[in-house]
């Protein structure tokens, strides 16, 4: 049991570190209590980071200026993008996704389904509300289920917390670091967005048609890496299902 809570310690210390990374150990605490959000706005495009209230949806701006003017690990040389150094945030921030979808699956509580997570927005989109949300302090995702709509008219909705640290690393993630990769790509024709317009999509992959959702192997092969560094012993998402239950 020891063995198995230290997977939710590492999940919080990799994502930790791998946001002050891409934070250039800018330490830019948010205070969450403080954020206005609005779970009835279905506005396209609409999330607590655009809320006029919070004020914060050109705050990656300041990460910008601090990625060009750091000494060491900068991402610009004499005033031009480093290709170099930039292809090595976007790494670090895949890497941090990466954890942070093992942190949506794992220390929230009962672990979804993968498909629940795939299809988790930052902002409202074409086909519906997004699944990231500030409620009274802390950060939840919902996950909806359409299933019995057709007979009963109503949606089977589940809510999970995340814990004060994960939360703290998904906001800064959203404020700071996401959509300073969406500058990035679109100065340097990265492969993040189609036509201009970024993905809603909160974890995605770039193919030649524009963005799409993570496939359902790639959680496995996460989750198989991170508990064959803990345990010894690699595990996948279905016996982990069953673990915990």
Not at 131 to 144: A, D, E, T
Not at 157 to 182: H, K, N
Not at 211 to 230: C, E, F, M, V, Y
Request: hydrophobic residues 35%; proline residues 4%; positive net charge.
């Amino acid at each position: 049991m020891a063995e198995f809570r230290l997977l939710g310690k590492h999940i919080i210390q990799q994502t930790d570190m791998l946001r002050e990374e891409l934070m250039f150990g800018w330490g830019r605490f948010i205070d969450l209590s403080r954020l206005k959000d609005d779970l009835r706005n279905a506005e396209k495009g609409f999330s607590f980071v655009t809320h006029q209230e919070n004020n914060i949806d050109n705050a990656y701006l300041q990460l910008c200026e601090r990625a060009c003017s750091v000494r060491r690990g900068g991402l610009t040389v004499k005033g031009n993008w480093n290709q170099k150094a930039v292809f090595k945030y976007i790494r670090a921030e895949e890497a941090l996704c990466e954890y942070l979808s093992l942190g949506l699956y794992h220390p929230c509580g009962q672990s979804p389904r993968w498909p629940d997570l795939s299809s988790l927005t930052c902002v409202n989109g074409e086909w519906g509300m997004r699944g990231i949300f500030v409620y009274n302090g802390s950060m939840i995702y919902l996950v909806r289920h359409h299933k019995a709509k057709r007979s009963t008219n109503r949606e089977f909705v589940v809510v999970r917390f995340l814990p004060a640290e994960l939360g703290q690393t998904l906001c800064q993630y959203l404020v700071f670091i996401r959509p300073f990769v969406d500058l990035l790509d679109r100065q340097c024709h990265l492969g993040f967005s189609e036509q201009g317009r970024s993905s809603p999509l909160l974890f995605r992959v770039r193919t030649i048609s524009g963005p799409k959702p993570w496939p359902s192997g790639r959680l496995t092969t996460i989750l198989k890496s991170a508990t064959s560094k803990l345990w010894n012993k690699p595990v996948n998402s279905q016996l982990f299902r069953q673990l915990i239950t």
